[in-house]
């Protein structure tokens, strides 16, 4: 089985101050790992992903990501936020296919809140 | 590219009356759609897994008689919720998979379904 576990429920910062938000993963084979961001009443929009190869995982709008394997970590970075930053962040994990689809399960979400 | 529409984006309907929601993947085909539900301030649970042409799987605790799912093409999906009581009311998201991607979903925007 796998889960997601994302310590801080809420993140505030004020703006142009870097952050971290924190995900921790198990799983008892090799994993996907992934962070997406959804607005206020939106769907959830894909920030960046992590399938193999490099630990340093880059994506949009300046986000970063680091995979740690024996920390069993993908905490999600970014140096520099804007107010347009302000959303929930959900971070979540794929074990690929089990029982023919793949089946991803989330975080429960943390809630980037920027102060200008 | 890789865009997913979700019709409709709000529906409000009165209690013992069923709701159709659509999900179609606007650019590419989708030979595996996934259908979750979030609750306010809460992560997104998995419903039900649904395979072009044949029958949804069903997460444990989600009832099927209650939420029909039908994929009829690879393109659509529909989620049905029968006899909707006020505890239905929640935020629907649709996610697809590309039928040549093995750890990618895209989401739709969501419906928000409230039930009176």
């Known amino acids: 089985a796998q889960s997601v576990t994302q310590l801080d429920s809420q993140v505030p910062v004020f703006e142009e101050a870097p952050v971290e938000l924190r995900c921790n993963y198990s799983?008892?084979?090799?994993?996907?790992l992934f962070w997406y961001v959804q607005y206020p009443n939106q769907g959830l929009q894909l920030l960046l992903k992590y399938l193999s190869g490099s630990t340093l995982v880059k994506g949009i709008n300046g986000f970063e990501a680091e995979f740690n394997k024996s920390q069993t970590s993908f905490h999600l970075r970014k140096p520099s936020v804007h107010i347009s930053d302000t959303a929930e962040y959900f971070c979540a994990v794929s074990d690929g296919y089990s029982g023919g689809y793949q089946k991803v399960t989330f975080g429960t979400g943390t809630k980037l809140q920027v102060i200008p | 590219g890789a865009v997913v529409s979700q019709h409709p984006s709000r529906v409000i309907c009165k209690s013992g009356t069923s709701v159709k929601i659509e999900c179609r993947s606007l650019d590419f085909q989708a030979t595996t759609m996934f259908w979750y539900r979030q609750f306010p301030k809460k992560s997104l649970m998995l419903m039900a897994t649904?395979?072009?042409?044949?029958?949804?799987?069903?997460e444990q605790g989600v009832e099927k008689d209650k939420f029909l799912i039908n994929h009829a093409s690879l393109t659509l999906s529909t989620l049905t919720v029968t006899s909707a009581h006020p505890e239905d009311s929640s935020f629907y998201i649709c996610?697809?998979?590309?039928?040549?991607?093995?750890?990618?979903?895209?989401f739709g925007p969501g419906t928000r379904l409230t039930v009176l």
């Open positions: 799983s008892s084979v090799s994993v996907y």
């Open positions: 649904s395979n072009e042409g044949s029958k949804a799987t069903y």
């Open positions: 996610s697809a998979r590309p039928w040549d991607s093995n750890n990618e979903q895209f």
